[in-house]
C-alpha cells in the first residue's frame, strides 16, 4: 500500500511538472465553458452578419444546444486530449528505460499499473466534474432549466467512457511496443466500436453509447436501459483491460 | 451588438484561461531552448497566434526533456 | 554462503543461442568481475539475475530464493546500476532518492539518512536542481546512490564505466571500491584494468559460456611465467635467435618486438634451462632475460579467441 501511494504520488508530481495537469484541467474547462456559450452566441452572430443569399430560419437557441455542444466537444476533442495525454503513461517509461530502477528495488508490477491508471484517472475526473460543473453553471446562466432529466447519468457516462480509454491506453502499451503503438491500437479498437456502433442494436453493449447516447437521455431518445448495460459492459471491459495489462505486463522482457 | 455586449462578463474567465495557458508555454519556451522540433521563434509563433492548440501542441509534442 | 548462484542458465533471442549452460556463483563479500566482449550476454544475464528476461533453462538463486521471471521479490535484496540508468527529470537528486526509498520499503528516517550519507559519497550533496541537466557522470554517481540506497546485499553493475571518461571511470571505480567494504558486487565490464582494480574473483563469458572463472590473483598465478623477454646485444641477431628457438619443441611461440624477441612457452623451469643452453651455444650475448607479468588483456585475448 505504501508503495502504491508513493509511486501515484511520483505520478501526480509528473503529471504537474511535465504539463500534464496544466493542460488538461484547462482545455476540459475550457470546453466547459465555451460550449454554452456558442450554443448561445453562433446564432446571434450569424443575425449579426448575415449571408448574401442565405435566409436561414435560425430557431432560438435552447438549453438543448448548450448540453449537446458540450458532449460532442467533449466526445471529440477531450478524447483527442486525453489520447494524446495519457499515450506515453507507460510508453514512455518503457522506452527510456526509468522503470527499471523502481523495479529492480521490488516494485510490483501490477502496482505500476494500477498507480498510473488511478493517477491518471483522479485527474481525468477532477479536470471532468468541474468542466462538467462550469458547463452547467453557464447553461443555467444563459437558458434556465436548471433540471434537465438525467443529466447527472449523461454526465457520467461519458467520464465512465473517458476511464475506460485509460484503461485501453494502459493495455494496448503492453500488447504493441513503441512510443505511439499504444496510441494506434486504442485509436483502432476505438474507430472498431464506432464502426459496430452503426447497428442500432449494439447500442445496449456498446462502450461508445457512452459517448453518442448522453443527448439521447436528456431529450428521451436514448433508453435508460441501454444506457445503464452500456455502463455495465464498459465497467466490466475495464477490469479486464486492467487485468491484461497487468497479465502481460508481467510478462514483459524488459 | 448590444446583444452580444452583455455576454463580455461570461467570456472573460475563458480568456483568461487561454491567457493563463499562453503565457506558461511561453514562458517554458523561452526558459528551455532545446526542443523536440522547431526552435525558439517557430514556438512562440505557435503559442502566441494557434489558440489553444499551439500551447497544448507544444507541451504534447515540442517540450525538449533534457 | 553465496549471495548468488546460477546453474545451467540458457537464454535464446528467437533461435539464436545468446546464453548456454551458465554456471557460477558469488560468495559473500567479493567482488565478481564479469567480463565478456559486447554481445557476449553479460546485460542479458543480469536481466536474468533481476528477473527482467526469461530463462530458457536453469535456475537463478539470489539469497537462497529462486528468482522467478516477471516478479520482483528476489529484488529486495538487489541494488541495480544499469549501464544508462535513467532517472525521472523533473526531480531533484533528494527526491528520486525519496522514491526510491518508499518503493523500497525504507522508512522516511532511514531513508533521509541513507541519502545525506549516499550523496555525500557519491559528491551530489548539496545539488538540487533537477536530474535533466546531469552530465553522464552525475548521472553514473546518482545511479550508484540509488543502487545501494537500500543497503542491498547484492550490488550489480551493468558496465558502470564504460560510457565514462578517465576522471569519472575513477571516481566510479573509488566509490566501488567504498562500497565493497558492506556489500557483494557483481560488476560487468570489458574495460580490463577495471577489473584489476577492484575485483576479487572473474568470469569471462565468451559466446554464452565461461571460458574461465575464478580468483583473480589464482588465475593470475597459473597462467604466470609463459612469456619472456629476451633482449640481446645485438638486435641484429635475432632472426638467428628466433629460428633456434623456434626448434625447442617446448617453445610455442617467439615475436620479435621492437628491438626485443618475446617468447612463449611451456613449463617454465625446463624452458629456462634450454633457452638459456641455446643462447650459449649459438655465442648470443644477453643483455636481459625477463619473465613477464600476465597482464588480463593476454589472458582475456588468450581466452576468447
Known sequence: ?????????????????????????LILLLFGLTSPLLAKLTPEMLKLFPIEGLNLAIPEPTWMDAYAQFFKN?????????????????????????????????????????S???????????????SALANYGYAVFLFGNPFPPHLF??????????????ALLLFATTLVSGNYGGLLLTGGVLCLLLLISILPQSAPFNPITLGSGNMGLLTGDTALGDMASACIVTVVLIVLCLAGAILRFRKKQL | MENLMQYIPLLIPVIALEFILMVTALVHVLRHPQYRFGNRVFWVIVVLFVQIIGPVVYFVAGRGEQ | MDILSLSHISKRFGR?????????????????????????????????????????????????????????????????LPDVPQFYPYMTPKEYLALCGKVAGLSAERTAKRSQ???????????????RGFSRGMNQRLGIAQALLSEPKLLICDEPTSALD????????????????????????????????????IGVLDEGVLKLEGNLNDIKNSYRQDTALISLADPGRNQELMEGLSQLSIIKGCTEKERDVVVRFTGTEAARRQILELLLSRNLPLVRFELLEPTLENLFLEVVQ
Open chain 1, 74 to 114: 467533449m466526445t471529440q476533442m477531450g478524447v483527442i486530449v486525453l489520447l494524446l495525454v495519457f499515450n506515453g503513461l507507460l510508453s514512455q517509461e518503457l522506452s527510456k528505460g526509468t522503470l527499471i530502477n523502481m523495479l529492480s528495488k521490488g516494485l510490483p508490477r501490477s502496482t505500476v499499473i494500477l
Open chain 1, 153 to 166: 447519468f449523461a454526465c457520467l457516462s461519458l467520464w465512465l467512457l473517458g476511464e475506460l480509454i485509460i
Open chain 3, 117 to 131: 550519507e549516499l550523496l555525500t559519497l557519491v559528491g551530489l550533496d548539496g545539488i538540487d536542481r533537477r536530474i
Open chain 1, 116 to 130: 498510473k491508471f488511478t493517477a491518471a484517472s483522479i485527474l481525468w475526473t477532477l479536470s471532468y466534474a468541474v
Open chain 3, 166 to 201: 578517465p576522471i569519472g571511470r575513477k571516481e566510479i571505480l573509488d566509490i566501488l571500491a567504498v562500497a565493497k567494504t558492506s556489500t557483494t558486487i557483481l560488476f560487468s565490464t570489458h574495460i580490463l584494468s577495471d577489473v584489476e582494480r577492484v575485483c576479487d574473483n
Open chain 1, 1 to 25: 500500500m505504501n508503495r502504491f501511494l508513493a509511486f501515484t504520488k511520483k505520478e501526480w508530481m509528473e503529471q504537474i511538472r511535465t504539463f500534464k495537469t496544466l493542460i488538461v484541467f
Open chain 3, 16 to 80: 539464436l543461442p545468446v546464453i548456454k549452460d551458465l554456471s557460477f556463483s558469488v560468495p559473500e563479500h567479493s567482488v565478481f568481475g564479469f567480463i565478456g566482449k559486447n554481445g557476449s550476454g553479460k546485460t542479458t544475464t543480469m536481466k536474468m539475475i533481476l528477473g527482467f528476461l526469461s530463462m530458457d533453462g536453469g535456475e537463478i538463486k539470489v539469497c537462497g530464493e529462486k528468482v522467478v521471471y516477471g516478479s520482483s521479490k528476489t529484488n529486495r535484496f538487489i541494488g541495480y
